[in-house]
């Protein structure tokens, strides 16, 4: 199929690269010059795993060519995404002025109009609202969300667990089948409503799961209990599940808390109150700061205490630092007075642009450890699982703290080695 996909950030880049991988023919189109001529170049304005080589490789095939969006005459596709960011305006509703630009562009630039996959995040009732504003899109509109996890996305878009498709007829749900074609998930087609609630539903849900595990974890904390064997044991019951109960410093990103606020938000326009929703959100910000407070309750004061940061972005396998539990404690922090150091893998120069000029960045974890009296470890990148642990109980000071934000270090080997750990839900000691 003729896909084109508009707007290059990272859903439509790696959307891009994975149909031009299975044979579709993509052009991918953006408003930003310096973004395409970085792309054109094998270069990734992100860090995501593969996705460059893949990018490189379908260019290089001739299966992706990149455009900007500008005045065409009598464009033709089978299909277009739009991929174009929905960012959380100053009003706190989501802005969809970036979709309404993309639809414009399409109907004057195409010879006929094409399906148009929305794939971006936006509102239920959003596409019933643009359809009234445009009703040549009535039957061309598909809301298709992604699912796609930062750090994983090229395998999740390979082995995605279902296929929404919300349009308002059979061909549209036809688009969508013969795109995934050779996928075994199964599709769930709605209205194009359902199918919006749906991808902010599941956000919802899963950082839902976060708060409420990280809120048994304090609990734990308080009784003496054990998190990690709490997790395990409820989420074997096949109800509840596995995933999505590891506690910690809370949950961030580009979509969890935006989308929960998101739907928080529409459901007071409905006047609904939906009050679970605003619970999520304020466990969620007591948790990114938890050490803080654990922190606030040890010392008397944190006036130039000297303190480490390890990890910045949000989770593992990202250079994203939006909302990131790190980049907002390191604020928190700042502003106590405590002396910072940092040290992460890819994210350093996302967060200078961010981050007090305060704060001191090292290319090295053994540098930013040094001398420092506590060392929170705010995102799981393996290489911190991995630290020689002796060598930095040797050029740590006293106390010696660490706070696993994580709640993912060998508790035991830390312990033995004579450090004051410090995590959530994991205050007695490790017998394993
Ligand atoms: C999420 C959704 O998973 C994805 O389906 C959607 O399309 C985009 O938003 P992403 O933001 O990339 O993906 O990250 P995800 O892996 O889901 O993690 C989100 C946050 O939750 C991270 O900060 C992570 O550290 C945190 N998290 C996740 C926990 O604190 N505990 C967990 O058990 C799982």
Redesign the pocket.
Same mark, same amino acid.
């Given at each position: 199929m003729k896909i084109d996909v508009i707007g290059l950030g990272y859903v439509g880049l790696v959307a891009s690269a994975c149909l031009a991988e299975e044979g579709h023919n993509v052009t991918g189109y953006d408003t930003n010059t310096k973004k395409l001529k970085s792309i054109s170049s094998g270069d990734i304005p992100f860090y995501e795993p593969n996705l460059n080589e893949l990018v490189k490789l379908a260019i290089q095939k001739q299966t992706f060519e990149l455009k900007k969006i500008d005045k065409y005459e009598n464009l033709f596709a089978d299909a277009i995404i739009i991929a174009v960011g929905t960012p959380l305006s100053n009003m706190g509703t989501l802005d969809i002025s970036q979709i309404q630009v993309a639809i414009k562009w399409i109907i004057s630039n195409y010879q006929n109009l094409p399906f148009i996959i929305i794939k971006s995040?936006v509102p239920p009732g959003t596409g019933e609202k643009l359809i009234s504003q445009y009703p040549e899109l009535a039957n061309k509109y598909i809301s298709n969300? @992604? +699912? &796609?996890? @930062?750090?994983? $996305?090229i395998s999740?878009w390979k082995n995605p667990d279902r296929i929404i498709s919300g349009s308002k007829n059979l061909e549209g749900n036809k688009c969508i089948e013969k795109i995934y074609e050779n996928y075994t998930a199964p599709f769930v087609h709605s209205d194009i409503t359902s199918s919006e609630m749906i %991808?902010f539903a599941? =956000?919802a849900f899963? $950082?839902n %799961?976060?708060s409420f595990? =990280?809120e048994i974890a304090n609990l734990c904390d308080k009784l003496g209990a054990y998190v990690d064997d709490v997790s395990k044991g409820i989420g074997l019951d096949p109800r509840i599940g596995p =995933?999505? &109960?590891?506690? #910690?410093? #809370?949950? #961030?990103? !580009?979509? +969890?808390p935006k989308?929960v606020q998101s739907l928080s938000d529409l459901s007071m326009t409905h006047l609904q109150s939906f009050d679970l929703l605003q619970s999520i959100i304020t466990t969620n910000q007591k948790q990114q700061l938890m050490p803080y407070f654990y922190l606030s309750e040890k010392f008397d004061n944190l006036q130039g205490l000297k303190v480490c940061v390890l990890g910045l972005s +949000?989770?593992a396998g990202?250079d994203?630092i939006r909302e !990131?539990?790190s980049i907002n404690l390191i604020n928190q922090l700042s502003n106590s007075g405590v002396i910072i150091n940092t040290y992460d893998p890819v994210s350093i120069n996302n967060s200078k642009k961010v981050l007090p000029e305060t704060v001191n960045f090292f290319d090295d974890p053994f540098d930013a450890i040094n001398g420092v009296q506590a060392t929170i470890i705010m995102t @799981?990148w393996s290489e911190f699982q991995n630290l020689d642990w002796k060598k930095v109980y040797k050029s740590m000071k006293n106390p010696k703290i660490i706070f696993d934000g %994580?709640n993912y270090l060998n508790q035991k080997l830390i312990q033995d080695l004579g450090f004051e750990y410090f995590a959530v839900g994991r205050k007695i000691k490790s017998q394993k």
């Open positions: 995040t969300p @992604e +699912f &796609l996890r @930062e750090g994983q $996305a999740d %991808k599941s =956000n899963l $950082a %799961k976060i595990i =990280n =995933n999505y &109960l590891i506690p #910690g410093v #809370g949950y #961030g990103g !580009s979509c +969890f989308d +949000f989770k990202t994203d !990131s539990s @799981e %994580k």
